[in-house]
């Protein structure tokens, strides 16, 4: 199977390139400059019409959407451990519903904290005010899951990954992540898990050969 993951160094496919890694399986990396709005261009609207990452390319087909990827890889290389699994229909389908909250509600507010001048041609600080009432209404929700343990208990998830990714590009707009400091914990036992360091070690290299700087935290 030939794979190919088109992604930016620092943006959410970081959470599918560490899903890669962890899978164990051979890829390629194909970087989209979104600094120069290379996501919008007609080369590469033609592999994903939604203009942004990430895509994965298999055997020439594409997918969108980091969740639907996720699920993918989680049943083509289940030995990974990426999702919890469960006989009862109910618990089966919860990790499918983090995966989504992570990205229609978590992912939204968390934009709004970080590039509020995205969601309006005025003044940005109203809609920056409300990505932090919501991104903090949820915090208390994930501070309290990953308190002393990963998301799903004994062993971490790509939903670790994927919520350790929102509250660190938060953070980094401004939100208070240290008011939280069971999310501070666990993400300092996330940056140790070896698939996402190499992760970021392969954002890094694709960082330097494209000349882009400031893009890995």
Known sequence: ????LFYFPGACSRVTMT???????????RLVNIRTD??????????NPKGKVPALAVDGRIMTENAAILVF?????????LLPHSDDPVAEIAPLSDLLWCS?????????????????????????????????????RIAAGVDGRWWYGERWSIVDIYLFWLCNVA???????????????HAARVRALPPLIRALDRERAGADRAGIEGTIY
């Open 104 to 140: 229609s509600t978590l992912h939204p507010a968390m934009r709004q904290i970080r590039a509020p001048d995205k969601f309006t041609t005025g003044d940005p600080a109203a809609v920056k005010a409300d990505g932090m009432g919501k991104f903090a209404a949820e915090a208390t």
């Open 38 to 47: 290379e996501q919008k261009s007609a080369d590469y609207r033609r592999v």
């Open 73 to 81: 890889l989680d049943r083509l290389f289940p030995a990974a451990g």
């Open 171 to 185: 953070e980094k707009g401004g939100f208070p992540l240290h008011d939280y400091p069971a999310i501070i914990d």
């Open 1 to 4: 199977m030939d794979l190919t």
């Open 19 to 29: 899903a890669l890694e962890a899978a164990g399986v051979a890829y390629h990396d």
